[in-house]
């Protein structure tokens, strides 16, 4: 078996329902970069990146062909990471109101835990 620096959640059902409305071949490629992310010690950027001026909040990237998507998520206690919610990425620039919902959601579980 192979060793797992991290370990994927989800909190409710805010990514699932986003997964569930993918075809087939972007969900095998998330599920692909999510394996990726649990079992490398270092991930490239390419896959993982910190937003900038957020507290915590990474994007996941995910690109199958031409179409590009984001996960938003966050860590907790170093080595969990909480997904919060996917889109599908269109423009150049993350739009604010996903960052606003992903961010949103990061204090909400952030709130559940106390």
Not at 18 to 30: A, G, S, T
Not at 46 to 54: A, D, G, I, P, Q
Request: glycine residues 4%; hydrophobic residues 35%; aromatic residues 14%.
């Amino acid at each position: 078996m192979k060793q797992k620096y991290r370990t994927i959640v989800f909190y409710k059902d805010y990514f699932q329902e986003f997964f569930v409305k993918q075809r087939e071949k972007v969900q095998d490629k998330i599920i692909w970069t999510f394996e990726l992310i649990e079992e490398l010690q270092r991930v490239p950027e390419t896959y993982l990146k910190h937003l900038e001026n957020t507290e915590g909040l990474y994007e996941i990237r995910v690109q199958q062909g031409s179409d590009i998507f984001r996960i938003f998520c966050f860590f907790d206690e170093g080595q969990l990471v909480v997904l919060a919610t996917g889109f599908q990425k269109k423009t150049q620039k993350t739009p604010k109101k996903e960052i606003e919902k992903a961010l949103k959601i990061k204090q909400e579980y952030e709130n559940d835990k106390k």
